[in-house]
């Protein structure tokens, strides 16, 4: 069976202005992308869905005979040619277009919490919030150094931030298994500049169980720019009595006198 997938790529990338446009709106490097063209390679799984995302069709459907494959991308071009976003990235959009700046949170952070994996232990990872093209994107770090001369073990999260009624959204997903999705809601600073950011997240556990679990999580601004490997060098698990007792104790998970349901209070 013939393979249409290079030229079902390159008849939906014909439909932007350039291959190179394409590879800086995925994310892919140029090179790479070129052998997928040429078929000389297949995507990975985490390249192949992003192209899907981007091009807004299924791994299915990029594989299908060209004729048919370019009537599908036909019916989904709206009216100024350009591909329609299919409805989950149109309510992503909303967001984007609702969502307030976040230009001044912008930069480095550690973020603390207690661990949905490690019980009693408090985890330190490194995130960065920056801007492009009007979205606010966001990496997070994690390192696991369970025992002294064992190599850590580092997960990856990527997602997007939002400024939506007075408080600062974060969603991402773990990277290698995208198996986990996290939300993190936060209090804006109202301080002259940002130190510290306190709010609640939920998700799940990667390595005990999946049951579904909340927590006080606090991120301490470290500027604009920071020395990544320092910086990261310094994060993995702890116990809370290794780091500042202050920080210690605001990410305490506990329920507030008088409150039925988990929350906290303001910095």
């Not at 048919?68 to 959009?93: C, H, K, M, N, T």
Request: with cysteine.
């Amino acid at each position: 069976m013939q393979d249409t997938f290079p030229a079902n790529l390159a008849f939906a990338c014909s439909l932007f202005p350039s291959i190179a446009d394409v590879c800086r709106r995925v994310g892919i490097n140029r090179q790479q992308f070129n052998k997928y063209l040429s078929g000389q390679v297949r995507p990975s799984r985490h390249n192949m869905r992003r192209i899907c995302d981007f091009f807004g069709v299924t791994e299915s459907e990029l594989l299908l005979e060209e004729g048919r494959f370019a009537d599908l991308l036909s019916l989904r071009r709206d009216r100024r040619g350009e591909i329609a976003a299919p409805p989950y990235v149109r309510q992503i959009e909303k967001l984007v277009r609702l969502s307030a700046r976040l230009d001044r949170y912008v930069g480095c952070y550690y973020r603390y919490f207690y661990a949905f994996s490690y019980p009693g232990r408090i985890i330190r990872s490194f995130a960065m919030l920056w801007e492009r093209d009007g979205r606010y994107y966001w990496k997070n770090i994690e390192r696991h150094a369970h025992q002294v001369g064992q190599p850590a073990e580092v997960s990856k999260y990527d997602g997007m931030a939002f400024f939506l009624g007075e408080r600062i959204m974060v969603v991402e997903y773990e990277r290698l298994l995208a198996t986990s999705i996290t939300e993190m809601m936060l209090y804006p600073s109202y301080r002259s500049s940002v130190d510290y950011l306190l709010g609640l997240q939920t998700g799940g556990p990667l390595k005990r169980g999946r049951m579904p679990s909340a927590s006080t999580v606090m991120l301490e601004y470290l500027g604009p720019q920071v020395d990544f490997r320092r910086a990261l060098s310094r994060c993995g698990t702890f116990a809370p009595d290794e780091l500042d007792p202050r920080i210690a104790k605001l990410i305490e998970n506990r329920i507030l006198p008088d409150s039925w349901v988990f929350e906290i209070e303001q910095l």
